[in-house]
């Protein structure tokens, strides 16, 4: 079975500052997708960047980056020149190509951003 | 980005009463949704997948009869909590699934915080 996991519960970061967000993952399968998710304290899930696996090149999204490690099964984000508002639980998550398209999520990592 | 809109946002009912919980998929079509319970300071929780036309797929442990899911559109979702309890106050997200080759993603609701009395 596929397992996404995120070892960092919390995570401090200067703002202005670059942090790094950890994810790897299990999978049997060669095709997926990978996938950042950001909770403010609002609760609404917000997307933050997607990565096709097939894919070789990280994605970015403005100051979102990842690292995409396909062999090391690896997916951090990196979040540059933070700001106050990127505040909020990032949740890693992984889905599979084949069978039912569930979404596996990582336990998450709250991230605070220090003034 | 897809937009998802959820109500309602809040509800607070009496035990045994029963809750419905809508989700619409504003600018697109889902054929797939999904319901997710969230405690706490956790992650999300997958309580069942909901199929346009079909009988939704529940989660090993959710009780179908507790959680009635009916998706009768492809733009509606609704989940019905049946003779609710204080256990079953949480934060309920749904979420809609865009399939299309390359754009496979989920979009989430905005959640519903139920207190059951």
């Known amino acids: 079975a596929q397992t996404v996991t995120q070892s960092q519960p919390e995570m401090s970061v200067q703002e202005a500052e670059t942090v790094t967000l950890s994810c790897t993952y299990d999978t049997s399968e060669s095709d997926y997708y990978l996938f950042w998710y950001k909770q403010p304290p609002s609760r609404q899930m917000i997307l933050v960047i997607r990565q096709e696996a097939y894919k070789q090149q990280n994605a970015t999204e403005n100051r979102f980056s990842v690292n995409f490690q396909k062999a090391a099964k690896s997916f951090s984000l990196k979040i540059s020149d933070s700001q106050l508002g990127d505040a909020a639980m990032y949740f890693c998550a992984y889905v599979g190509t084949t069978g039912t398209y569930k979404y596996i999520f990582g336990t998450g990592t709250r991230l605070k951003v220090l003034a | 980005g897809a937009v998802v809109s959820q109500h309602p946002s809040w509800v607070i009912c009496k035990s045994g009463t029963s809750v419905k919980i809508e989700c619409r998929s504003l600018d697109f079509q889902a054929t797939t949704m999904f319901w997710y319970r969230q405690f706490p300071k956790q992650s999300l929780m997958l309580m069942a997948t909901?199929?346009?036309?079909?009988?939704?797929?529940?989660e090993q442990g959710v009780e179908k009869d507790k959680f009635l899911i009916n998706h009768a559109s492809l733009t509606l979702s609704t989940l019905t909590v049946t003779s609710a309890h204080p256990e079953d106050s949480s934060f309920y997200i749904c979420s809609a699934r865009v399939g299309r080759a390359a754009q496979e993603t989920q979009y989430f609701g905005p959640g519903t915080r139920l207190l059951v009395l």
């Open positions: 909901s199929n346009e036309g079909s009988k939704a797929t529940y």
